[in-house]
Structures are given as structure tokens and as C-alpha cells.
């Protein structure tokens, strides 16, 4: 069964902390993408690697970095988090080419920030 | 720039009969793909069905299918025999210039299917 795994289901974090959210795939994929999702905004990409060691913003990276050392991983950080970026996080991955638009999604990352 | 229109932010049906959910898009490139993909309750999403702009056929899937008008930038799912198992989260989704692979979602349509 291919699988994107992501670490915390739930979180809870006060604002001004740091945030690590993980994200692994082991389906060997160049690709790989953390967004964000809004009742009433759907999904909206924060960033997204094609390759290790590379990142590109999505539509709302800010108060967001990333991190790609391994291919299989894909790591988003909040440096300081705040109250509005309480949110669910969906990490997600899919091969290159053609198929760059068939994502495998984890089950999402429900952060909340106090 | 891409972008995905959903208008129908909530729907309903009953078990069995067909659904269709709309979409708009606009993208300024010719080869594009759009996608369907479907969000349950409380669990992951996945790909439902996917159509290549420049395949004139409808794209279908078991109980999935859409209706394609290029022209009008139209991409609408169609759920025949619903059932109980269609409740779900539904986003519409389009990927053009491949050179820079990213997907832009709509903000999607809440299906319940009534029993």
C-alpha cells in the first residue's frame, strides 16, 4: 500500500512556538507539496519541492519554511506561530510529467495555535 | 495564472439517485489537465478521475464521469447510483505549465448523500 505518512494528527501550540510538521512518502517521488486547508478556501499551496534540496513558494508561503533533505521527506515549519495560521495541513506527493497532477495526500495535520 | 470555480458550496441527494457537481476553470495554456478528487469524512483525499484537455472523450470511472466543454472551460462531475459512501468533500482541480508542476484547487463542494 503506497502511503504519505504525516507525523501529528493533532497539535496544539502556543503562538510564538516553533512548529515542525513532517511529512514522508515512500512512494519514490519527485514531487512533493504542503497546503493548506480553509472551510470556504479550499486548498491553497504554501510550498512545493520537485527535487531534494529544492523548494518553491506556493500561493501563501509566508510565516512558512521548508525543508527537503531526503527525497522521501518534506518538512514545513512555522518559525513563530500565530493564531491564524491554526489550519489544517495536508502534505501530499506525486511523481513528475504527466502525472504531476495525481497527488497521494496524508491525512492531514489539524494545528491549532492558542 | 490558473484558476478553479466551484459554485455549489453545499449539496445534497438521495441514496441512488445522480449527482452532478460544476466547475470552471480558466488557464491561458493549451495542455492542462483537470482532476477530480474526493475528501470523506475525516480521511485522506483521493484522485477520483482525471481528464486530459486535449482527449475529446469524457473521462469515466465505474460510477464517475465528467462532462468536458473546452470552450466553455467547463468541467463538471457526474455520480451516478450515489451512494452512502459518496459523502464527501469534492475539490476540482486543474495542472498547466508542466515546467512548473503545481495544482490549483477549488474550494470545493460538500456532497451528503441522504439515505
Known amino acids: 500500500d503506497v502511503k504519505v505518512t504525516q507525523s501529528s494528527r493533532y497539535l496544539v501550540k502556543r503562538t510564538g512556538e516553533k512548529v515542525f510538521l513532517e511529512c514522508v512518502q515512500d512512494?519514490?517521488?519527485?514531487?512533493m507539496f504542503w497546503y493548506r486547508q480553509d472551510p470556504g478556501l479550499g486548498l491553497r499551496l504554501i510550498y512545493f519541492s520537485y527535487d531534494v534540496k529544492m523548494k518553491e513558494k506556493g500561493d501563501i508561503p509566508e510565516g512558512y519554511s521548508v525543508s527537503r533533505e531526503k527525497k522521501e521527506r518534506f518538512s514545513l515549519i512555522l518559525e513563530s506561530a500565530s493564531t491564524n495560521q491554526t489550519s489544517m495541513y495536508l502534505c501530499?506527493?506525486?511523481?513528475?510529467?504527466?502525472?504531476?497532477?495525481?497527488?497521494?495526500f496524508g491525512e492531514g495535520s489539524r494545528l491549532t495555535v492558542l | 495564472a490558473q484558476t478553479v470555480t466551484q459554485s455549489q458550496p453545499e449539496m445534497s441527494v438521495q441514496e441512488a439517485e445522480t449527482v452532478t457537481l460544476s466547475c470552471t476553470y480558466d488557464?491561458?495554456?493549451?495542455?492542462?489537465?483537470l482532476f477530480w478528487y474526493k475528501q470523506p469524512p475525516s480521511r485522506q483525499m483521493i484522485l477520483v478521475i482525471r481528464q486530459e484537455a486535449y482527449k475529446q472523450q469524457n473521462a469515466t470511472e465505474n460510477r464517475f464521469s465528467v462532462n468536458f466543454q473546452k470552450a466553455a472551460k467547463s468541467f463538471s462531475l457526474k455520480i451516478s447510483d450515489s451512494q452512502l459512501g459518496d459523502t464527501a468533500m469534492y475539490f476540482c482541480?486543474?495542472?498547466?505549465?508542466?515546467?512548473?508542476?503545481?495544482?490549483?484547487f477549488g474550494t470545493g463542494t460538500r456532497l451528503t448523500i441522504i439515505p
Open positions: 482541480a486543474v495542472i498547466s505549465n508542466f515546467g512548473n508542476e503545481k495544482l490549483t
Open positions: 512512494m519514490d517521488h519527485e514531487n
Open positions: 488557464t491561458s495554456e493549451n495542455n492542462y489537465y
Open positions: 501530499a506527493s506525486s511523481r513528475g510529467g504527466a502525472s504531476a497532477g495525481e497527488l497521494f
